[in-house]
Antibody
């Protein structure tokens, strides 16, 4: 069974930076893209970014373009999200998930890591 | 970007009830629609993909239907473990977008 585990969340001041990581265990496959999704307190799910298996394609939600960078290390079965110039509105639980391009669906998901942006 | 509108935002129901949640896309997305179940503190769970295909391991009381712009998730007989928030997500194009969620609460 595949398990995804996020780490790297924490408290950061506005304008600061944070790097999230997501590790996969149990099974890895080069068939899947990887995704970051977030959920702000009291809000719904919001897709943040996707990266193709080989890193050749990356997509971002408009609100994080130029500030966030998604990357992966296939040898380590790891996904990353470098978050710079953080804003209060970036505060959320961040989830990583596998994205299947055949159905456009996300499965499995990790349990999430909390990012708090506050002075 | 494709906007996804879910309704209702919340529903109160009893165990055994039939519950229907709708999701409308701002433009046609064929059958590129996915449903998730999310419980507090847990990882979201894939229920339905391609509008009507049941994910392996998901109980058959969950079903999905629709195409184009209008979609439905139905829980035929609500069970205690089904109280959660449900989200639709369009899989037609980036940016992926989610509906606002429907919270299924105990009546």
């Amino acid at each position: 069974e595949v398990q995804l585990v996020e780490s790297g969340g924490g408290l950061v001041q506005p304008g600061g930076s944070l790097r999230l990581s997501c590790g996969a265990s149990g099974f890895t496959s080069s068939r899947y893209w990887m995704t970051w999704v977030r959920q702000a307190p009291g809000k719904g799910l919001e897709w943040v970014a996707n990266i193709k298996q080989d890193g050749s394609e990356k997509y971002y939600v408009d609100s994080v373009k130029g500030r966030f960078t998604i990357s992966s290390d296939n040898a380590r079965s790891s996904l990353y999200l470098q978050m710079n110039s953080l804003r209060v509105e970036d505060a959320a639980v961040y989830y990583c998930a596998w994205y299947s391009s055949s159905c456009g669906c996300l499965d499995p998901w990790g349990q999430g890591t909390l990012v708090t942006v506050s002075s | 970007d494709i906007q996804m509108t879910q309704s209702p935002s919340s529903v109160s129901a009893s165990v055994g009830d039939r519950v229907t949640i709708t999701c409308r896309a701002s433009q046609g997305i064929s059958s590129s629609l996915t449903w998730y179940q999310h419980k507090p503190g847990k990882a979201p769970k894939l229920l339905i993909y391609a509008a009507s295909s049941l994910q392996s391991g998901v109980p058959s009381r969950f079903s999905g239907s629709g195409s184009g712009t209008d979609f439905t998730l139905t829980i035929s007989s609500l069970q205690p473990e089904d109280f959660a928030t449900y989200y639709c997500q369009q899989a037609n194009s980036f940016p992926l977008t989610f509906g606002g969620g429907t919270k299924v609460e105990i009546k």
